[in-house]
């Protein structure tokens, strides 16, 4: 490269990393990109609006990119996890570098490598396990500043809710216990309302509601008023079954127990066979 060129180019290369910051957000400022006729370039890094919801299992694309073109020569592209500074991937001297990734994202954790130099950062994310639930940083670097977004998976699940394997036998007058449990990884305060209904015969019954992590006992219809109750001790561990007291001949039939937690639902069925009369004295 001819001298002259030679202090052009570092000429342009130092201009090219200037950055302003504004009141809310900060730019990164690109003057004179090997020509001074060039407009100047501004681009905010750009995450998503809201949180990412991602069923385990599936893949998911962690959004970050800015609206210019930058060399990736001059990039250093850091994907951490806020709470651990886990390192998930890197981008660095033109090329991505999955030797330096922590181990439990090799081969989950991917650039989008020829969007890269179009100035998508983005990260494919293959298998999502629970543990990947959090707060994701993209930070971008240059030799003169840095900019990032953050980015948060705050559903990493889908979930399994359980009933009872087989029906349930009660004489009328006894008390019963109707299952209903969610699979331990869901965080009880993640799970929004549980509501147990009575669903055969054409009847759509609300027998009790459990919502906003109150159980609403006034919910109830009036044939289970004061005769239904879910154990609150046992809430935390995920176990929202049903105790119905003093059974009677009209209890017999299909419950369901359907749990809601964010964008998700499932749902169980337990099924209430009657006997007869207690010949308890």
């Not at 298998?127 to 977004?149: F, L």
Request: proline fraction near 5%; include cysteine; glycine fraction near 6%.
């Amino acid at each position: 490269m001819p001298p002259g060129d030679l202090l052009a180019y570092r000429r342009d290369r130092r201009e090219l990393m200037k950055c302003i910051k504004g009141a809310k957000h900060r730019y990164m400022h690109i003057e004179g990109y090997f020509n001074n006729n060039n407009p100047d370039i501004c681009g905010e890094v750009k995450g998503p609006s809201g949180p990412l919801v991602v069923p385990l299992g599936d893949s998911v694309v962690l959004p970050c990119s800015v609206d210019s073109f930058l060399p990736v020569e001059l990039l250093k592209v850091e994907w951490r996890r806020t709470d651990s500074e886990t390192l998930v991937h890197l981008f660095q001297d033109g090329e991505s570098r999955p030797e330096a990734q922590q181990q439990d994202y090799h081969d989950r954790a991917h650039f989008f490598t020829e969007e890269i130099q179009h100035g998508n950062f983005s990260l494919l994310l293959n298998s999502v396990r629970a543990e990947d639930k959090g707060i994701y940083s993209c930070k971008v670097h240059n030799d003169q500043d840095t900019d990032e977004t953050l980015i948060e998976i705050k559903y990493a699940k889908h979930f399994i809710v359980s009933g009872s394997n087989h029906s349930i036998s009660a004489y009328v007058g006894e008390d019963v216990t109707l299952g209903c449990s969610v699979d331990s990884h869901i965080p009880p305060d993640d799970i929004e309302e549980v509501s147990w209904k009575k669903t055969d015969k054409n009847e759509n019954i609300l027998v009790l509601l459990y919502q906003d992590h109150e159980i609403k006992p006034d919910s109830a219809h009036e044939r289970y008023r004061d005769r239904v109750e879910i154990f609150t001790n046992q809430i935390p561990k995920g176990n929202f079954s049903l105790r119905l007291k003093s059974v009677r001949s009209e209890d017999k039939g299909v419950y369901m127990c359907q749990v809601f937690a964010g964008v998700f639902s499932a749902n169980a069925t337990v099924v209430l066979e009657q006997l007869g009369e207690s010949t308890d004295k």
